[in-house]
């Protein structure tokens, strides 16, 4: 059995995310496509005393230990093994919180992956999608096998896709951040409570080419931004004008990224919108999701 296990825990963006209705439990039905960068966090699980104890590099704010997702996802691990933990788990934080990028639900989906792995792969991939789910609604994604997908529900149900040729990535990161939660508190508001979802067909051959998926590529959540909705417009807009083919909010906010076809045009689209109270971050989309090295 190994000693240490390492994973990359890759930032996502979702390409589509539309919000189709609202469950009898106040939770969302949504219609997402998901997409894995290569900004990415670090995780690295060894064996310890008895425990789990968290140690977290990077200076961004990961909240009381007890509360944080990678260890939240330690201990719903062990749980469903029937084990005592005792490991450390190391976190080098890169991904930005509270932006959109599903940093946390990419941590806890890599510990999951990254434990399974420490104790010989006991787990199979539907237990640890029925752990993920109970997590957060990205966290499942991260466990699909594939660096693109489609998903349903809360998040829980997906279709892996053939990854898309690499991109260059843009992200903007302003200096508020959005609660999820708020976000769609915002959305029942401005519908008024009650929403059904409008009829959509989609072509699987959409979602093969970056054409079909900038055709897809919308944000439901980028008019439920409260005051910050024209700035995120701006953003958006001024990437699409330095030639992405695709700029949105990220998730539930507070990023907004863009996909280009060449550096060039990112760099030209990073000129242009760059702002004292603006933190961008380059990377591209990912052909592979990052597989557990043991040792
Ligand atoms: O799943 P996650 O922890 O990211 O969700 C945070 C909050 O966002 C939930 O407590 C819920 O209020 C809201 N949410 C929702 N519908 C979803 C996902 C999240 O209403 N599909």
Redesign the pocket.
């Known amino acids: 059995m190994p000693e240490r296990v390492e994973i990359a825990a890759p930032a996502k963006v979702n390409l589509r995310l539309c919000i189709l209705s609202?469950?009898e439990s106040?939770?969302?039905?949504?219609e997402s496509v998901f997409c894995a960068l290569s900004l990415a966090d670090t995780i690295v699980v060894t064996r310890g005393e008895p425990g789990t104890r968290l140690h977290v590099d990077g200076g961004i704010d990961t909240g009381p230990p007890e509360k944080n997702l990678a260890v939240r996802a330690a201990a719903a691990f062990h749980a469903a093994l029937g084990e005592a933990a005792a490991i450390d788990l190391h976190l080098a934080k890169r991904i930005p919180s509270q932006a959109g990028l599903g940093g946390g639900?990419s941590d806890a989906a890599a510990v999951l992956r990254a434990l399974n792995a420490l104790q010989g792969d006991p787990l199979s991939r539907d237990v640890l999608l029925q752990i993920a789910i109970g997590?957060?609604?990205?966290?499942p994604f991260f466990l699909c096998g594939s660096p693109l997908a489609l998903a349903w529900?809360?998040?829980e149900r997906l279709m892996a896709l053939p990854p898309l040729p690499s991109r260059p990535v843009l992200v903007a990161k302003p200096a508020w951040a959005m609660p999820?939660?708020e976000?769609?508190?915002e959305i029942a508001r401005l519908r008024g409570g009650i929403y059904k979802p409008v009829p959509v067909s989609i072509d699987a051959a959409d979602l093969r080419d970056w054409d079909g998926i900038a055709a897809l590529a919308v944000n439901d959540f980028e008019p439920a931004m409260k005051g910050h909705a024209s700035r995120v417009r701006a953003l958006a807009d001024a990437m699409r004008s330095a030639g992405a083919r695709i700029a949105l909010l990220a998730g539930?906010g507070s990023c907004v990224f863009g996909v280009f076809d060449t550096e060039a045009a990112l760099e030209a689209a990073a000129k242009a919108i760059a702002a004292p109270d603006l933190q961008l971050f380059r990377a591209e989309t990912l052909g592979t999701m990052p597989e557990p090295v043991a040792s």
Do not use: I, K, Q
């Open positions: 609202r469950e106040g939770y969302h039905a949504l639900s997590l957060g609604a990205d966290v529900g809360r998040g999820t939660p976000a769609f508190g539930s």
